[in-house]
């Protein structure tokens, strides 16, 4: 499959965590341009902060493999990873990390900062804005949605600690 496509099936993916309430992320994982492995957001639906579309992705290529070093394999992300998962990126040894959209809130692949720039042991080639019009149009949406669905309810505020002394 050509980058084109495989970027394709992350936005499917992202399609998914959107029809859940998840924020619209999608990933896919693969080696020699064969997927190895796919995966969405399930954050809210799982209750796990852990549960980021990359994450998934690369647990799922792991366990496909038979293995923790993805080093002959390429992630592909319809948006700009977060710190934890360029650690995660980082850590599995993923060649190549090609993405759609931007974070300027937590992308650690240039936006906020490069963690690929620093001198940890491994550095993957990075590629930016493959369909990143049609990442883009997806988060905002998804955003768009979740404010009008908002509007109609009063914003949540914490509860206010008693004051005990008295």
């Known amino acids: 499959m050509t980058d084109f ?4 099936l992350a936005l ?14 999608g990933a896919v994982v693969a080696r020699h341009g064969e997927v190895v492995a796919t995966a969405h957001n399930t954050r809210e639906t799982e209750k796990n902060a852990l549960h ?12 496909a ?16 990873p977060c ?8 850590n ?17 692949c240039g936006s906020v900062t490069d963690l690929f720039a620093l001198p940890f042991n491994h550095h993957p080639v990075v590629e930016k804005g493959l369909r990143e019009a049609e990442a883009q149009q997806l988060l905002q949406a998804f955003f768009v ?9 009063p914003r949540w505020k914490p509860p206010v600690p008693e004051n005990r002394g008295k």
């Open 5 to 8: 496509e495989l970027m394709g």
């Open 12 to 25: 499917e993916e992202a399609a998914k965590a959107a029809a859940l309430g998840e924020v619209p992320v």
């Open 52 to 63: 980021h579309a990359e994450l998934l992705a690369i647990d799922a290529a792991c366990k």
């Open 65 to 80: 493999l038979g293995g923790w070093r993805l080093w002959e394999c390429e992630l592909f992300v319809t948006l700009e």
């Open 83 to 90: 710190p934890m998962c360029a650690g995660g990126i980082i």
């Open 92 to 108: 599995s040894r993923l060649r190549r990390v090609v993405y759609g959209a931007a974070d300027t809130k937590a992308g650690c």
């Open 145 to 153: 949605s979740l404010r009008e669905k908002r509007a109609g309810r």
